[in-house]
């Protein structure tokens, strides 16, 4: 779908539902975070937990933003729009 035809407007669309996704991401590991601690009984597993839920985590987030951050590249490089666009979302959002 990166190769349609995309105006400012839905570009702005798909930048708005990219950041409903990432807060829901962020929400939903942090709701599995904290259900894993307080099912976790000792310290000891508590901090491996920790430490692998943490790399996953990171993981799952890096790969995320590095694939919008591909579709916003070849989004507005084939539809020739400036990528100063952004600020002006940043000042609407």
Known sequence: T??????KQTLFKITTSDICERFKLVLFLSVILLLNLIQSF???SRQKML???GNTMAVV???EIIADWVKHSFITKFNFIKSGVYYDYALII
């Open 51 to 53: 430490s692998d839920f």
């Open 42 to 44: 000792d310290e000891k």
């Open 61 to 63: 987030t890096i790969s």
């Open 2 to 7: 990166v190769f349609k035809k995309y105006t």
